[in-house]
């Protein structure tokens, strides 16, 4: 099921992997899209090279969201992105297993336009499971790697900030604690 260890596919996940756990170790909004976009543009040239066009394809449209995402919160540019996807689907979808980076990109769409903090990384972390069960699939090394790191990365994050939330409760700055992030 996988292949080679150093072949230029795995090599290009293991960039993916460095930069999605680099991603979800960020509290800040912004730096985590930015991450986010830039291991989207590696893993879409990490599934090209494992064959898998619904991966990659999702992969590349998931890199100009999360780009376009530390600008806007545009309900209309989410649309049309998750839009973009799913005509994808369409296309590049040939089994059930080619869904899942669909899927996982709209809600990734959603979750980049129109939610920060705590759900924000809750809704990634839906993503996460979906991306983790196309990377066994497919074969990907690092892709399977990054995904387990990204969730650990990212539930270790959420618990930082409700930590954080929770000391805010505690010392009466209850307008920070009740925001949505």
Not at 32 to 55: D, E, I, M, P, T
Not at 77 to 105: D, Q, Y
Not at 136 to 149: A, D, M, N, R
Request: some cysteine; proline content about 3%.
């Amino acid at each position: 099921m996988f292949t080679d260890f150093l072949s230029p596919a795995q090599c290009v996940g293991y960039l993916a992997l460095l930069l999605g756990v680099c991603a979800f170790l960020q509290r800040q909004d912004h730096r985590l899209k930015r991450f986010n976009a830039c291991q989207s543009l590696a893993y879409a040239l990490h599934f090209f090279l494992l064959g898998n066009a619904a991966a990659a394809a999702s992969s590349l449209v998931s890199s100009f969201r999360s780009f376009a995402a530390v600008r806007t919160r545009s309900l209309w540019l989410a649309g049309a992105v998750i839009g973009v996807n799913l005509l994808m689907a369409f296309w590049l979808v040939h089994s059930p297993w080619g869904l899942l980076p669909i899927l996982a990109a709209c809600l990734g769409t959603y979750a980049m336009f129109r939610l920060t903090g705590l759900p924000l990384r809750l809704t990634l972390l839906l993503g996460t499971v979906l991306w983790f069960t196309n990377n066994l699939h497919s074969g990907s090394i690092g892709g399977t790697v990054l995904e387990s790191f990204v969730g650990v990365a990212n539930l270790m994050t959420i618990a930082r900030m409700l930590r954080q939330r929770q000391r805010q409760r505690e010392t009466g700055d209850l307008a920070a604690a009740d925001l949505p992030g």
